[in-house]
């Protein structure tokens, strides 16, 4: 047991040296660190909301919003089926989640019936079950058909509209340059938004805020905007203005969507050749660079009206068919107005509008407070352990001590590497963890001690001591592990990073108490060949 192989010792010392130069970059200034060699560690934990400061939001998606849309999408389809095959059809409206249309002719009201059954969606998740439709179609009568959606498929599009909001939310503020964000899952229809280091929530409202559906149409430059009356085709939308403050002019656009927004690859800024003015670039895939290139063929000297959420940001004249699959979007725009536009533009487009339900900011200033507070604390809670074990144990309290600092200095690498988010609760599981950490030298000195009244020799004692006391180690590191992971499972936020704290410094304080406390007091005896045992 004594004695410790050549292996074992060069692997400890690799472990304690490669954890003091991943956390080594904590401990340094920026302006150090821009001057360390490349190939040197230059990470450093990331600080959370509480401790850096940010901003907080808690999103709610809208999904009733989403139904009508859905309602909306399937209307389209069936007028077009209809026309297709000439099926006369009035009164095809929706409503919230429903819709109702009603066939003229009783003759083909058997072959309307069939046609809608075709365009009535399939469930795909086998949870809800495989192969039922989404909307229940009933026909009350006279040729009147009412479609209603189904449950399942509420719930359905509700699980994907939330997972696809919070990429989209994520893309969106991994644009931004920002470092560890927190972007989370609450209940079933709200996003937990936290971005640390950011001031200004405004800027992350106005980001968020869009659902940045981005379409391509042609204007119907024969109906009149003034016009209260407009074809079931076309579609009334206002023209951003200049000033936020006033409505821009209606434009009158066909609802047929000639390019989709979804067809974009990439967005960015430049500026115009001619006035120098900001503009957002924009280039389409394979498929949206044909349908774009063809549209503008068909129709030049067209308007063409560039639409973003219902509101036309540009309706140029179609001058030269654009073959390229790229153009640029001008109007009153800073570089700061046009880069965040290019962010949404890139992020995609949100399947549903995001409504902010609470909002926090948490000055710098309380978070550099927060940090002091954890500093003291944590430096409060290593002095007061370090004297109670020196003062109880006395050399061999000095040796717990040592591996007791290497525990926090590899607790910290381990924080680093993996990119965790260290907050104040975590500085609390780091304070309760150095705690923990010297139970296990406590047990190993209590039982090297009662094994020294036993009449037993030096080595028989260490020896005995340690091996005896194994099993307690593990079963008290075992169940503090569990708690921790139960915490991180079933906690969030605040809870989770007390859970991460925790358990890292389970795991890295069971390493120093055993493996570097026993190669410490092996090295100790082997050196210094004591012939009494003071402990």
């Not at 989209?168 to 470092?179: A, C, F, K, L, S």
């Not at 962010?343 to 487009?349: E, H, P």
């Not at 290593?382 to 717990?400: D, E, K, P, S, W």
Request: no cysteine; hydrophobic share 45%.
């Amino acid at each position: 047991m004594l004695q410790v192989s050549l292996f074992t010792r060069i692997s400890v010392a690799l472990v304690v040296l490669v954890g003091l130069l991943i956390a080594l970059p904590n401990a340094l200034s920026q302006k150090t660190l821009d001057r360390l060699p490349a190939w040197l560690p230059h990470s450093t934990v990331s600080l959370g909301l509480d401790l850096q400061g940010g901003s907080y939001l808690l999103l709610e998606v809208d999904l009733p919003q989403v139904q009508k849309d859905k309602a909306q999408a399937l209307v389209g389809d069936i007028r077009g089926a209809f026309r297709k095959v000439r099926i006369p059809y009035t009164g095809l409206t929706a409503k919230d989640d429903s819709l109702q249309v009603r066939v003229t002719d009783a003759s083909r009201v058997a072959e309307a019936r069939k046609l809608i059954d075709g365009l009535n969606p399939t469930l795909t998740n086998a949870v809800l079950g495989v192969g039922s439709k989404a909307y229940d179609v009933s026909q009350p009568g006279d040729g009147v058909f009412a479609l209603k959606m189904t449950e399942p498929f509420k719930a359905q599009t509700q699980q994907q509209v939330l997972e696809q909001s919070i990429e989209v939310v994520r893309r969106r503020i991994d644009e931004m340059g920002t470092r560890e964000p927190t972007i989370e899952r609450q209940g079933d229809a709200r996003i937990l938004v936290q971005v640390p280091g950011l001031q200004d929530p405004q800027q992350l409202k106005n980001l968020l805020g869009k659902t940045a559906k981005m379409t391509f149409q042609l204007v119907d430059e024969t109906a009149d905007p003034n016009s209260t009356v407009i074809s079931p085709e076309d579609e009334a939308l206002p023209q951003v203005s200049d000033d936020p403050n006033v409505k821009g002019p209606m434009i009158i656009v066909q609802r047929r969507v000639m390019v989709s927004g979804d067809r974009l690859t990439d967005a960015g800024t430049s500026f115009d050749q001619q006035t120098g003015a900001p503009v957002v670039t924009f280039r389409f895939d394979t498929v949206g660079a044909r349908q774009f290139g063809d549209v503008t063929k068909a129709n030049v000297n067209h308007r063409f009206a560039i639409i973003l959420d219902k509101q036309v940001i540009s309706a140029p004249v179609i001058i030269n068919p654009i073959l390229g699959g790229t153009g640029q979007i001008t109007g009153s725009y800073t570089t700061k107005t046009a880069n965040d536009f290019a962010i949404l533009l890139r992020a995609g487009a949100l399947p549903a509008p995001l409504k902010v339900i609470e909002e926090r900011t948490v000055g710098a200033e309380l978070g550099a407070d927060s940090i002091k507070a954890g500093q003291y604390s944590a430096v409060g809670g290593l002095i007061a352990v370090a004297l109670f074990m020196i003062l109880r144990y006395g050399l061999f309290g000095l040796f717990a001590n040592v591996a007791l600092t290497l525990n926090v200095i590899l607790l910290l690498a381990v924080l680093t590497l993996f990119g965790a988010t260290l907050t104040l609760p975590g500085i609390a599981g780091i304070v309760l963890t150095m705690g923990m950490a010297v139970d296990a030298n406590v047990l190993i000195y209590e039982r090297i001690r009662e094994e020294q009244r036993n009449g037993r020799s030096i080595l028989a004692s260490i020896d005995t001591g340690f091996r005896r006391a194994m099993a307690t180690i593990i079963d008290a590191n075992m169940t503090h592990l569990i708690a921790s992971l139960i915490l991180f499972q079933l906690g969030s936020g605040p809870v989770k990073g007390f859970a991460v704290a925790l358990g890292v410094g389970i795991i890295t304080s069971f390493f120093t108490s055993v493996m570097v406390t026993r190669l410490i007091v092996i090295t100790w005896l082997n050196t210094a060949r004591p012939r009494k045992l003071a402990i």
